[in-house]
């Protein structure tokens, strides 16, 4: 069971296996198929979270979590980047390094948590899946 977290740490499981850990990070990694093919940024965290899930806790909590993180982070560049680009005359064109920003910062601290065995969650991250 994982430990509950305190006032600075984040919830830990010491009984996570190393492959377990490796998967989620590489789960947190998929961010970085964006630069190869936009399309990937949903589906390769969504297979990978779907092929193991059954077999860790673990994975399936990274998994949920970095699915959700990348439909949040779509509807952001989809829908209000463009929306605040338009009504603001070209200057909501700053909120694309917004998101480009909490993308990275995100999957750099969601997967240096799942590498150290911690249950992580991204901040601005809207949880369609539970």
């Excluded at 850990?21 to 589906?43: D, E, K, M, V, W």
């Excluded at 995100?106 to 949880?127: H, K, L, W």
Aim: proline share 5%; charged share 15%; hydrophobic share 50%.
């Amino acid at each position: 069971m994982p430990q509950p977290a305190g006032q600075t740490a984040r919830a830990h499981d010491p009984g996570i296996q190393e492959w377990e850990r490796t998967y989620a990070t590489f789960i947190h990694l998929t961010l970085l198929g964006n630069l190869i093919l936009p399309i990937i940024i949903l589906i390769a965290p969504l297979v990978m979270w779907l092929v193991k899930k059954g077999d860790s806790q673990f994975i399936d909590d990274h998994g949920k979590e970095t699915v959700n993180f990348h439909i949040s982070l779509a509807i952001y560049w989809l829908v209000i980047v463009p929306i605040l680009t338009l009504f603001t005359c070209g200057v909501g064109a700053i909120g694309f390094l917004g998101v480009l920003a909490l993308g990275i910062v995100g999957m750099i601290y969601g997967s240096i948590a799942a590498n150290r065995g911690e249950y992580y969650r991204y901040p601005m991250c809207i949880r369609f899946i539970r």
